[in-house]
C-alpha cells in the first residue's frame, strides 16, 4: 500500500477563495482523521471519521470549514472562504482500530492563504 | 475531552546522553499512548506505543513507561544520537471513543555532536 496519499503537497491562494485539500487513506481503514499543524498551536485534531461517518467534528474552528467522506476512499476538507490565519499544515491520518490504533499520517498540504 | 501535557517543550542533550520526554493524560479511560517523531518538513511517524496493560516497553534504544495510577507516561531515548534530533510528540487515545488520539504539544530535542 501507499500509504495515506494527499494531495495537493503545496496550496497557495487568496484570501476568500475555496480551498479543497484532499486525502486518500490506507485501504482497510477504518478511521479517517483531519489534523492542522501549527507553530503555537501543535497538532490540533479538526474532524474525524468512522466508516465513513463524521464522529466528532468540534475541532473545526468555524463555519468556514467542511469535511466530507463519501466513500471509504476518499474524503475532503474544504475552506470557504479562507483567510490568512488557516495558514498551516494539514494532515490527514488514518487507522484501523479493531487491530490497533496507530494512526498513519499522510506527508500533509502546507497552505499559505495571502 | 481528553487533554495531554507534555514536558519539555524543548531539550538539548550532547551526543550520548539520555533524553527524557514526559507526558500526563486526564482521561483515566484512556488505554493507548503512542509516541510519534516528526523530523522537519515531513509527517509525524510512529516510533513506539503503549497499551495500558504494560508498564514498560523497549525497542532497541528507545523506551516508554506508563503510571496508569499516577495517569503520566515518558519516553526515554538512551546513546542519543545526532539523528534523533526532531520534534517528539505524545498523544493518547479517547476513553470514550478508542480511535481517537490527542497529542501533546511536542518536545523539540536536539542532540550536538
Known amino acids: 500500500d501507499a500509504g495515506v496519499i494527499q494531495s495537493p503537497r503545496h496550496e497557495v491562494t487568496e484570501m476568500g477563495q475555496e480551498v479543497t485539500l484532499r486525502c486518500k487513506p490506507i485501504s482497510g481503514h477504518d478511521y479517517l482523521f483531519w489534523y492542522r499543524q501549527t507553530m503555537m498551536r501543535g497538532l490540533e485534531l479538526l474532524i474525524y471519521f468512522n466508516n465513513n461517518v463524521p464522529i466528532d467534528d468540534s475541532g473545526m474552528p468555524e463555519d468556514r470549514f467542511s469535511a466530507k467522506m463519501p466513500n471509504a476512499s476518499f474524503s475532503t476538507l474544504k475552506i470557504q472562504p479562507s483567510e490568512p490565519r488557516d495558514s498551516a499544515v494539514y494532515f490527514c491520518a488514518s487507522s484501523f482500530f479493531s487491530f490497533n490504533t496507530e494512526a498513519f499520517f499522510g506527508q500533509g498540504t502546507r497552505l499559505t492563504v495571502v | 475531552g481528553e487533554n495531554v501535557e507534555q514536558h519539555p517543550s524543548t531539550l538539548s542533550v550532547q551526543e550520548g546522553d539520555s533524553a527524557v520526554i514526559k507526558c500526563t493524560y486526564s482521561d483515566s479511560a484512556s488505554n493507548y499512548f503512542p509516541w510519534y517523531k516528526q523530523e522537519l518538513g515531513k509527517r509525524p511517524q510512529l516510533i513506539i506505543d503503549?497499551?495500558?496493560?504494560?508498564g514498560e516497553k523497549k525497542d532497541q534504544r528507545i523506551a516508554v513507561t506508563l503510571n496508569k495510577t499516577a495517569k503520566h507516561f515518558s519516553l526515554h531515548i538512551t546513546e542519543t544520537q545526532p539523528e534523533d534530533s526532531a520534534v517528539y510528540f505524545c498523544a493518547a487515545n479517547s476513553g470514550t471513543s478508542y480511535g481517537k488520539l490527542t497529542f501533546g504539544q511536542g518536545t523539540i530535542l536536539t542532540v550536538h555532536p
Open positions: 503503549i497499551r495500558s496493560n504494560v
